[in-house]
């Protein structure tokens, strides 16, 4: 079965420093991967999505995320975290197969100090 | 362009009415989806349609019924609502299923 884990409930960091938000998958055949952002009362946002290809993919607002395949990892990154950056973040994962359907982490609070 | 619209954005119910959630899309997908996000358990899907007419069961259906009669529009129901489902509900759009899914504003539903 397919499954998601971002296992940071919460992270911190100061505006200007480098974040990462940490998410690992378990997915049968190939993933496809995607992250999303929620602002407070706001819906789901679409960040980036890895399907094939590089590695590292780019996405809105600055973001990126590091596929690896050997740690099942896809991580999200920025260089320098603004304090606008703070929100909700979710991990998700769709196997391959036709079928197949997303799954959600349940989610990181990210939190930029100014 | 207004992409995926939900109606309404909040309501309160007594335990045992029942209430239809509306889903609109005006980007022509072809896949809707309707979750429910609950604090520390991410979003679940509910039911899904791959197409005018279609519809699927999700991860937690029970409870719940929906209709797909126009490509645009994706509704959910429940016939007897219980206090295990004030939640948010979102629904979303993708053109294929592998493709992004793009989210609606979600709906607060508050049961009591």
């Known amino acids: 079965a397919q499954s998601v884990a971002q296992p940071e409930d919460q992270v911190n960091v100061a505006e200007g420093n480098p974040l990462t938000v940490k998410c690992t998958y378990s997915?049968?055949?190939?993933?496809?991967l995607f992250w999303y952002v929620q602002y407070p009362n706001r819906g789901l946002q679409f960040l980036l999505k890895?399907?094939?290809?590089?590695?590292l993919v780019k996405g809105s607002y600055g973001f990126e995320a590091e596929f690896n395949k050997s740690q099942t990892s896809f991580h999200l990154k920025k260089p320098s975290a603004l304090v606008s950056d703070s929100a909700l973040y979710f991990c998700?994962?769709?196997?391959?197969?036709?079928?197949?359907?997303?799954?959600f982490g349940t989610g990181t609070l990210l939190a930029v100090q100014p | 362009n207004a992409g995926v619209t939900q109606t309404p954005k909040f309501r309160v119910l007594k335990t045992g009415q029942s209430m239809t959630l509306l889903c609109a899309q005006d980007?022509?997908?072809?896949?809707m989806y309707w979750y429910r996000q609950d604090p520390g358990m991410g979003l679940r899907l509910i039911h899904y349609?791959?197409?005018?007419?279609?519809?699927a069961k999700g991860e937690v259906p029970d409870g719940y019924n929906v209709s797909r009669l126009k490509k645009q529009n994706f509704l959910l129901g429940l016939e007897s609502a219980a206090p295990s489902q004030t939640s948010v509900y979102f629904c979303?759009?993708?053109?294929?299923?592998?493709?992004?899914?793009?989210f609606g504003p979600g709906t607060r539903l508050l049961v009591l």
């Open positions: 890895y399907i094939t290809g590089d590695n």
């Open positions: 997915v049968s055949g190939n993933p496809y």
């Open positions: 979303a759009s993708s053109q294929l299923v592998q493709e992004t899914q793009y």
């Open positions: 349609s791959v197409g005018e007419g279609t519809t």
């Open positions: 998700a994962v769709r196997g391959s197969g036709a079928t197949n359907k997303l799954i």
């Open positions: 980007m022509n997908h072809e896949y």
